[in-house]
């Protein structure tokens, strides 16, 4: 291919859907919380498939994620 790069569909990064089982406040840089834009918890979202960090919780895996990572929110 000329003057490009090919990716295949097999190695494009696929999302996932989620639920929101808890959700915390980030401090913003002068003080006090930054807003949050998912709100509920029980929020349907979904996520890159290699975003966060994957752990074990009370027998039951789960994935912490940042907020930036949500690609959209889905209700």
């Known amino acids: 291919m000329k003057g490009g790069l090919y990716i295949p569909d097999t ?3 696929k ?3 989620g639920e929101v089982l808890a959700r915390r406040s980030r401090p913003a840089r002068e003080g006090g919380d930054r807003p949050l834009e998912l709100k509920v918890v029980g929020t349907r979202v979904v996520y890159g498939k290699y975003s966060g960090t994957q752990v074990e919780l009370e027998g039951e895996e789960i994935i912490l994620i940042k907020e930036s990572d949500v690609i959209a929110k889905l209700g």
Do not use: G, N, W
Request: proline fraction near 17%.
């Open 11 to 13: 190695a494009k990064e």
């Open 15 to 17: 999302p996932i859907q």
